[in-house]
């Protein structure tokens, strides 16, 4: 702790000496000045304006304009430029060049924009936007551009292409520790799936999907997916209000709004969003094992009716204190619930190479689910000079609370013919767990001439988790506890944290280098738990661009994946007689290292070779005792070889088309039974999106994914592929937005995979209810100029993550 009290010392010594060399950098520059106009009396809001070098049309400054189509570029340098002018949906402008003295103010003379168009026989139809852009580091969604107004997000990642769901978790380019953001805030994994639910695509005004991540992210962050939503620049209210209604096996109704107010420098909004429905789920799982030399088949069929209700809010305010600082707060409020809602079960015994069934376990349970999720925020930032440094300290306390009960009505085996043969006990089992987390953080960006920039960090977070599980067994018509499967748990956590990274840019190449910093300490009331361990995560990245707008990379980063709070506790979980969940106090976690290339050809065309190793990554895996199948995380290595690829192409004004693909070879190896297990394999990916702009202001997709047979750790994947076709119209200039939407067509999105852990072989088959018709509405008031949300990353989305 000396150690790293010393360094984190040091680090905050060369903060200090940035900052006091800052102050001599600034030199005195001009200012340039104008107006863009979409018509004659009407200023163009919100343009881009961005001044070039003539000789190489590389960017020197860029400004938005105001609502009025005024902007201002200030400490322009001396220089030879060209003007841009650029809007969403006009044809982009070029101005004279320019010979400009930095000593001067100039106003240019106002700029009338055109709109984008193009005849299509005797109808106009406006270019589109594209949908997807790929960058070098990253994908960049324009949500406007797509027809997922009214869909839900849960629904625009599943027609996501490079976006996979592989074991419950989200990958993006196939990496895994995926880091959710909304306004740059943190999404805990308790609020996932009502956020996913719940949150619409007019909400969004773009989604990033960050492959590339730098040193200033936690180190257990491998890619992000950073969502903007839509925050009113005009003065006064504006907001809108949503509602959809979806219909596949059962039916799921989802509304909301939000609102924004802005005054000179205060801007305060909310956003209130609820989620009522039935989750409909059906599944299959097959187990093969060996008892005292008897092949036995244990087929489980499962049917569960979640009927939910997630609300949420999202509400915040900034003040801007002059034209250098701002302050501002934020508070989330999520309350997933499940009422009362039934599991049928049955499990049929018998011999796997023969088709008679020997007897069946039937096993309804009431399932019951409460929690909240509550995060306070504080944060301040501020403009250090004109080059453009600055300083953010941010402070977040966050709580997770939550119920989960499991209530067997019964638990009794039948002869084939119906027949009770034998009662088993009834069970019920208990599951209590909060957590409280303080997150305290500073950031700088240290921008300096001639293209040299560099940025660093403190960060120190506090985590305490409580875990109650029990179980309770019937007697005479009450619940009793039973001691030996009750377990009270207590784990704290500590982590203080440092990074540093600088890079510098030349005409065609830039080098960014980055170190992250760790100490981990860990305490429990289970000796096995405590733990305290110091770890360095490096990260580079280099691009060099070539002629024809042709670039190159090469990135590498090196990564933590620390298990969830309730995996690390000494619990034994009984679900039924012959299935049990258990604790790994000795889990171990995940250091992964990952290198990638990558060749990116005029934003279109996108070619990556990528390798990860993985050392003690983990997963639930299943090992028979006796007649019971114990399902346990446990540690084991991989590696993952990939070549991915995406190429979009506009064939015409109205059409464009993206390509997406991937093939990976993995290779991973345990030995967490007596033997050593290794499974080896290939997976690949391929997808397909139309996109056409239609007469009359419509809009229409189709989409085609299918994802073949795959290797993900220590499991094998089955294929399967996803459809959709979705409509977009407008009514009432733009002000209302309708769609109708058909997803999973062919009922191709069942969850597949099998397991061979030695002495038992587990097949699973699951499907969601994701083949579904849907109708969304929204109506837009006040006036529709937005920019991006202001709010911050409160960086307390790991804690959260884990204690859930």
Known sequence: ?????????????????????????????????????????????????????????????????????????????????????????FEKVYLDPIDYESSQSLELPEIRLHEASLALGEVVVTAQRPMIERKADRYVMDMEATPFQTNNLSEILLATPFVQSKGGGISINGRTGILVLVDNVPVPSATLESLFESMSGDEIDKIEFITNVSSQYDANVNGVISITTKKAKSMGFTGSVRGNYSQGVKGKFRGGGNLTYRKNNLTAYANINMFRGINYNESTTLRYLNIEGNDLLFNESEVINYRVS????????????????????????????????????????????????????????????DGTVKS????????????????????????????????????????????????????????????KNWIAQVDFQLPYQNKIRFDAGLKYSRSRAHSDISQEIQENGSFVLVPEFSFLN?????????????????????????????????????????????????????????????????YYRRTIKRPGFNSLMPFRFVIDDYTQNVGNPALQPVMMDNIAMSLLKSSNLFVELSYTHNQNDFTTIPVQEGTVTVFQERNFNSQVYQLSSNYSHEFFKWWTCAFYGYVNFTQAASNFTEEDFSLEGYGSSVSLTNTFTLPRDFSLQVYYNYDGPSVYGLMKF????????????????????????????????????????????????GYEDTRRVDFGLVYNFGKRTVKSAPTKDLGNEDVLNRAN
């Open 376 to 435: 306070y925020s504080l944060n301040y930032e501020g403009k250090l000079d004109t080059l453009g440094k600055t300083v953010e300290m941010i402070m977040t306390y966050s709580t997770v609370a939550n119920i989960r009960i499991f209530s067997m009505l019964y638990q009794d085996i039948f002869n084939p013919q119906g027949e009770r043969i034998r009662r088993l006990d009834v069970i019920k089992n208990n599951n209590l767990g909060w957590s």
């Open 310 to 369: 997630w609300p949420s809010i999202r509400t915040g305010l900034n003040y801007s204190l002059g034209d250098n600082h701002s302050i501002g707060m934020q508070v989330s409020l999520v309350g997933p619930q499940t009422f009362p809602s039934l599991s049928q079960s049955e499990t049929a015994f018998s011999n796997p190479l023969g088709t008679t069934i020997d007897s069946i376990l039937v096993k309804p349970i009431m399932i019951e689910y």
């Open 1 to 89: 702790m000396k150690n790293l009290k010393g360094k984190i010392f040091y680090l905050g010594c060369i903060i200090a000496l940035f900052y006091v060399t800052s102050a001599f950098q600034v030199k005195a520059q001009g200012l340039i000045s104008g107006r863009v106009m979409e018509s004659e009396t009407t200023g163009a809001a919100f343009a881009t304006v961005s001044i070039l070098n003539v000789s190489d049309s590389v960017m020197v400054k860029g400004a938005i304009t105001d609502e009025e189509g005024n902007y201002y570029l200030r400490q322009v340098p001396r220089g030879r430029y060209l003007i841009a002018i650029s809007s969403v949906g």
């Open 718 to 765: 089955g294929a399967m592929n996803y459809s959709r076709v979705s409509l977009k119209g407008n009514l009432l200039d733009k002000r209302v937005q309708y769609t109708v939407g058909v997803a999973d067509i062919f009922r191709g999105t069942v969850y597949r995979a099998d397991i061979n852990s030695l002495n038992i072989l587990t097949s699973y088959a």
């Open 490 to 554: 207590r784990l704290s956590e500590d982590i203080y944290a440092g990074y540093f990274k600088g890079g510098k840019s030349w005409d065609s190449f830039s080098l960014n280098a980055g170190v992250r910093m760790e100490q981990t300490n860990m305490e429990g009331n289970d000796a096995e738990v405590n733990r305290r361990f110091f770890n360095i995560f490096p990260s580079l990245n280099l691009e060099k661009k070539f002629a024809n707008e042709l670039s190159s990379s090469l």
